[in-house]
């Protein structure tokens, strides 16, 4: 690699744990050391006077002792762990020191005598090396096997032995000679020195470890107690003995010992770095190799015997029996430890073969790609998977550079993912022994055919290079591209859907997460056109979903043909189309692109060789000019999206095939009509409707044949208002379904207590009909309704009429047919109300299952005075004749009306010629009487004469109706608004009820 030797060289990172304490602990090592060197130089100069050389060689010894004592004794009992048994030893033995140099001051420097031969202070000095030796023997670290036990008592004693001879023929055999008359002075004489040869010996030949982590901690205390040693062994010499004095430069070593043992437990310490186990380990222990000082321990002891034997014969002396027991015994061990480092190195070679050989099968047998490169980037070995997935040969990879292979837009990137793996390598090394970190790295690699393949790999430190494990994840790349298209493109047609639409269009508001920038600038035309084609259901439902899909695909390639090329264009689902216009354009410009495309849209479709037709509602929105930088995109592009929707449906209900733009007013009646929504679903729940009944009467003999349920709205004033507006609003939205419901409920149950209470001779039930919409009949569980209610009422089903007010669509013919019929063999009578008034009548009954026909009030209200109005309503009477319909007039206000529909052939009818809609009070004592006197006009003296008779019967003026009926602004109810005159109004406008 180009730059990866920069990487690798890179020093730990400055605020890294491990980099901050390593130089915060510089400074007490430096203090310690400057200590050392300054009671060196000032034993060497005899501390300028000889009573301070006697404090110092005596007190000074003693306080860095019990400095030792105290450091060790309080980390062992503050810190604990498994090394706290070691430390408290080492305390212990360091309190034995302070001991025995404080006694020997209390002789020398305050009683001013010399140390008694059997003064505490040499049984205190004796008791050090055990207490030592205990301490080092809990650091040790222990074999796990019977031949490392073999091995370590013979390195125990390949060093003792080697340092007894040596020290034996150096002095311990003078020593044992002058003092032979004395065993306990020689026992005391040899005790020091074999003590420290195996205070040494363990130091030299056993391997120690931290189980806290801290290693500096226990290093530190082995030098310390090798210098004391040194010293002690130089002080057993009987020439440096006889000569010493207390504060002389042999006092130095073991002040510094003593120093560096009392600074060994707050050492800094230093994390070492995780191991690297072989793969294969599995997370066995991995067995222990032998360092190269441990292993040339055997022979520098066997080294330093041989020493001690060439000095006593080069020196003329004559061989102790001793010396050569010692030696000889030093030699057999040797021979015994060859043999047994002998066995292991084969049963290591053998293990090392066997991994070897497990490890050449993992890699040649894997599927993925193993790589190593070194410091430069140059590949020193490639495993054979290279030729199944790169297609290149191992040996040609081998000695080229890894990023020669790379794409050169990957490059980059893959160095930046390797530095970022070396940091964390860098802030790890000398760590808690953790994994080391490893990176995951994703770039295109050059194959054998020279194609481009996606390789996913995992990077990993590997001594001063890079191991490398690749594996082909084409296939993977690609399926997630497919994904991430799918989620954001319509199946059918490849356009974008709603999702991508959306961030497209905050992305041009100004957003930050869309696919695209904005475009144009600031002051540039953001505009949103909802499209929905007309009569597609109708195509769907007759000539087949396949054709409808097909038609779909055909629609969007018109769509994307029409538009510009920076424009979007969008499916929503189902026949709904949205395109996003970018750029500096006038809203005339967007309008005629609209236009273009409706015209596009409305074009002939030729599909299986048929030609199809549908047409467009196209609604235009256009974003804010002056949209703030800071204000929220996601609640902007939520906002330009539901204008753009509105004025599409305001489109379709225009008309449908029309462009329309969104205004404020739009907003404006959308909240309005929202508000009115909850004040209908308030009002029913309140119970501020109120149901009354308009009779329906026989033409020829003037009996009432059922009556009409109609809502009215009661005031706060107790006024009963016609609730025009509700009632439009009562079609559309749950409130509407909420409405019909209520009213299904009230007639019933009204129409069942009324059939019980008239349940007379020569009272007969009326049945009661209520208006529905196509929509409201269909409303799920609306079947279920009217069947529950008719069950917990006890009202026969004969006794209840539907009026369907409205057909609804064609597309709906066939779900409202199911309804009606379902009912109709349930007993219920349905009617069609309103004939002649909108489009869609005709059709409905030929489709639909209907028992009667009720003539709209548009037919009637000139069928008196207008010819044609009389031609078109004597054709549709015939019509419902011809099917054997009831045939039923709405808007009988007048008696001349009733004249011309009875020459008509009408069979009954209903308005103020009869009645206005009654109470219930009213409209019981209207059916009490059975039958209304049929209205002639006031013409004629009959007629003068029956109203005239009428009012003597009811008290001299006419019975007023149910109730007022008080008008206001905006109500739409035609036989309320109008103005009617005649023998049946009464003087405020109220009609009245002639007696039977």
Not at 115 to 133: K, M, N
Not at 669 to 698: C, I, M, N
Not at 720 to 726: K, S, V, W, Y
Not at 813 to 824: F, P, T
Request: net charge positive; glycine share 10%.
């Amino acid at each position: 690699m180009n730059s990866t030797d920069a990487v690798l060289a890179a020093p730990p990172p400055p605020g890294t744990w491990a980099g901050g304490f390593a130089r915060s602990g510089r400074l007490p090592g430096a203090l310690v050391a400057l200590l050392c060197l300054g009671f060196a130089l000032g034993a060497a100069l005899g501390w300028g006077s000889p009573g301070l050389a006697l404090f110092m060689g005596d007190f000074g010894l003693a306080g860095a002792a019990l400095a030792a004592a105290l450091s060790c004794l309080l980390y062992g009992c503050t810190v604990g762990g498994p090394t706290r048994p070691a430390w408290l030893l080492f305390g212990l033995s360091s309190s034995m020191v302070a001991f025995g140099n404080g006694t020997w001051g209390w002789y020398e420097v305050v009683l001013r005598t010399p140390l008694p031969e059997d003064s505490p202070a040499e049984y205190a000095f004796l008791l050090f090396a055990p207490l030592a030796i205990t301490g080092l023997m809990v650091l040790a670290q222990r074999p796990r096997t019977a031949a490392g036990w073999l091995c370590l008592l013979l390195d125990g004693w390949l060093v003792a032995g080697s340092l007894f001879t040596l020290s034996w023929s150096l002095a311990l055999g003078r020593v044992a000679a002058g003092e032979g008359d004395d065993p306990l002075r020689l026992a005391l004489g040899l005790a020091y020195p074999v003590l420290d040869i195996l205070l040494v010996s363990l130091v030299v030949g056993l391997r120690f470890r931290s189980r806290d982590g801290n290693r500096a901690a226990v290093h530190t205390a082995m030098v310390g107690l090798a210098v004391t040693v040194v010293c002690d062994a130089l002080f057993t010499s009987p020439e440096l003995r006889s000569s010493y004095h207390s504060g002389e430069l042999l006092d130095a070593g073991w002040f510094a010992g003593s120093v560096l043992l009392a600074w060994a437990p707050w050492s800094p310490r230093r994390r070492r770095r995780p191991s690297r186990e072989h793969p294969s380990a599995g997370g066995a222990p991995r067995r222990r190799v032998a360092s190269t000082f441990s292993a040339l321990t055997p022979y520098a002891a066997a080294a330093v015997c041989t020493a001690g034997i060439l000095y006593n014969a080069l020196g003329g002396r004559p061989l102790d029996r001793v010396v050569i027991a010692a030696a000889c015994t030093v030699g057999l061990a040797l021979i015994l430890r060859q043999g047994v480092m002998l066995l292991d190195n084969l049963s290591l070679a053998q293990e090392l073969a066997h991994k070897e050989a497990h490890f050449r099968s993992l890699v040649q047998g894997s599927s993925d790609v193993i790589m190593i490169a070194g410091a430069n980037g140059v590949l020193s070995y490639v495993s054979p998977a290279a030729l199944g997935v790169y297609g290149r040969d191992p040996e040609e990879l081998v000695g080229g550079n890894l990023l020669n292979l790379v794409h050169p837009d990957d490059v980059d990137r893959v160095l930046m993912e390797v530095r970022r793996l070396l940091a964390k390598n860098h802030g790890r090394r000398g760590a808690d022994g953790g994994s080391e970190p490893s990176a995951r790295v994703e770039c295109r690699v050059r194959s054998g055919g020279g194609e481009w393949l996606h390789v996913e790999s995992t990077v990993n430190r590997y001594r001063d290079g890079l191991i490398l494990n690749s594996r082909d994840v084409t296939e993977r790349v690609i399926l997630q591209a497919q994904l991430q298209h799918n989620a954001f493109h319509d199946p059918l047609t490849d356009l974008p859907n709603r999702a991508l639409f959306t961030q497209r269009v905050r992305a041009a508001l100004g957003g930050t997460d869309g696919a695209r920038p904005h475009p144009g600038g600031d002051d540039a035309t953001v505009a949103v056109l909802f499209l929905d084609l007309d009569g597609f259901k109708a195509v769907n439902d007759t000539a087949g979903h396949q054709v409808g899909d097909e038609l779909l695909v055909q629609a969007a390639r018109r769509l994307q043909g029409a538009v510009r090329s920076g424009d979007t264009v969008a499916r929503f689902g189902g026949d709904e189309f949205a395109a996003l216009v970018c750029g500096r354009l006038g809203r005339s410009q967007v309008h005629e692109l609209a236009e273009r495309l409706r015209s596009a849209l409305s074009q002939p479709y030729w599909i299986g060789g048929a030609e199809l037709g549908v047409a467009a509602s196209i609604g235009i929105a256009f974003g804010p000019r002056d949209h703030a930088p800071d204000a929220d995109p996601k609640a902007a592009t939520d906002e330009l999206m539901r204008n753009a929707d509105l004025a599409m449906y305001r489109a379709k209900s225009q008309g449908k095939g029309r462009v329309v733009l969104y205004t404020p007013a739009m907003r404006a009646e959308l909240d309005r009509r929202t508000e009115l929504e909850e004040r209908l679903r308030l009002a029913v729940r309140e119970g501020s409707f109120t149901l009354l009944h308009q009779p329906v009467v026989d033409l020829t003999t003037g009996a009432v044949t059922s009556v009409e349920a109609q809502a009215r709205w009661r005031s706060a004033q107790g006024l009963l208002l016609t609730p025009a507006e509700f009632l439009r609003t009562a079609e559309q939205g749950d409130a509407a379904t909420r409405f019909a419901r209520w009213m299904l409920q009230e007639a019933v149950t009204t129409a069942a207590a009324r059939r019980n209470a008239l349940a007379r001779p020569r009272s007969v039930p009326v049945p009661v009909s209520v208006r529905l919409t196509a929509e409201r009949l269909c409303a799920p569980g609306m079947y279920e309704t009217i069947v529950t209610i008719l069950r917990e009422t006890g009202l026969p089903a004969e006794h209840l009429v539907i009026e369907l007010a409205r057909t609804g669509p064609d597309a709906a013919a066939d779900e409202l047919g199911r309804r009606l019929a379902a009912l109709r063999r349930h007993g219920v009578s349905t009617a069609v109300a309103g004939f002649g008034a909108g489009s869609g009548s005709l059709g409905a009954l030929a489709r639909l299952p209907f028992d009667a026909l009720k003539l709209d009030r548009s037919l009637v209200q000139d069928v008196a005075d207008s010819a044609l109005t009389r031609a078109l309503a004597g054709h549709a009477l015939r019509l419902g004749r011809d099917l054997g319909l009831v045939t039923v007039a709405e808007g009988v206000d007048q008696p001349r009306q009733v004249a011309t529909l009875q020459e008509l052939g009408c069979r009954q009818g209903q308005g103020l010629a009869f009645a206005q809609p009654l109470d219930e009070h009213r409209l019981r004592r209207a059916l009490a009487r059975r039958v209304y006197p049929l209205p002639r006009p006031m013409g004629t003296l009959s007629a003068r004469r029956a109203y005239l008779s009428a009012d003597t019967r009811s008290g001299g003026r006419p019975e007023p109706g149910p109730g007022r009926v008080v008008h206001h602004h905006g109500a739409s109810d035609l036989p309320e608004r109008r103005a009617v005159t005649g023998p049946f109004t009464g003087p405020h406008g109220e009609t009245s009820v002639p007696p039977a």
